[in-house]
């Protein structure tokens, strides 16, 4: 069966310092990789989403970064957070091939700047 | 282009009473739609999809939608209400066009009172 993993868990940092999320999946190949973030009280923003190594797709302008130098391994980056990067932070996979794609969602990180 | 509305921001029931919580779509073709769950501080977890086969959706933990394409409508509903499924729930479509992305309802929040 699959799998999702992200870590950390829960991240307080100051405003400037980097980021460093990962987000592993087990269990398939070739994957579609997607990153999130929830703000408090508000939806699902899609951030990132990778077909494939090294193919990353941003969604919306800001401060991070996604790289996928692994088929599973998806991680998102910023050089110098800003208070406004604060928020729940999700990963989810999908396969590459079907009509109907459903996601798979990982725990999630809570990531406070301060 | 696809989108959804999810009609309640906040919807209360009882205990043991049925519950419904609604969701508009919009979308030029035959949409994939979807019906997610989050418990606090938790990822994201599929309850149901539509995937054209049938009209009425059978998800997981009593949750049913029934697809409704003369009302543009895919409204989630339960028989009876348990403690347990006090959440947040969000109508979910899938965008046409590559890396099979998704596009989120604001959220219901669900309460359930004994």
């Known amino acids: 069966s699959q799998t999702i993993h992200q870590w950390p868990a829960t991240l307080v940092q100051p405003v400037g310092s980097p980021l460093s999320l990962e987000c592993t999946v087990e269990?398939?190949?070739?994957?579609?990789l997607y990153w999130y973030r929830q703000a408090a009280g508000r939806g699902l923003q899609l951030l990132f989403y990778?077909?494939?190594?090294?193919?990353i797709s941003s969604e919306v302008p800001q401060n991070l970064s996604a790289s996928r130098p692994q088929d599973r391994q998806f991680i998102l980056s910023s050089k110098k957070l800003l208070l406004s990067d604060s928020g729940f932070y999700l990963c989810?996979?999908?396969?590459?091939?079907?009509?109907?794609?459903?996601?798979?969602f990982g725990p999630g990180t809570r990531l406070t700047v301060l | 282009a696809q989108s959804v509305t999810q009609l309640d921001s906040h919807v209360s029931v009882s205990e043991g009473t049925p519950v419904l919580l609604r969701c508009n779509y919009s979308?030029?073709?035959?949409?994939?739609l979807f019906w997610y769950v989050q418990h606090p501080n938790k990822g994201l977890q599929l309850l149901l999809k539509?995937?054209?086969?049938?009209?009425l959706v059978k998800g997981i933990n009593g949750f049913e939608a029934e697809f409704k394409k003369s009302e543009t409508s895919f409204h989630l509903t339960k028989p009876s209400a348990h403690m347990s499924d006090a959440a947040e729930y969000f109508c979910?479509?899938?965008?046409?066009?590559?890396?099979?992305?998704?596009?989120f309802g604001t959220g219901t929040q669900l309460k359930v009172e004994l």
């Open positions: 979308s030029s073709y035959s949409p994939s």
């Open positions: 990778s077909i494939g190594i090294g193919q």
């Open positions: 979910v479509v899938r965008l046409t066009g590559g890396g099979n992305k998704l596009t």
């Open positions: 269990g398939t190949s070739n994957p579609n």
């Open positions: 989810a996979w999908s396969r590459a091939v079907s009509s109907y794609n459903e996601q798979f």
């Open positions: 539509y995937t054209s086969a049938a009209t």
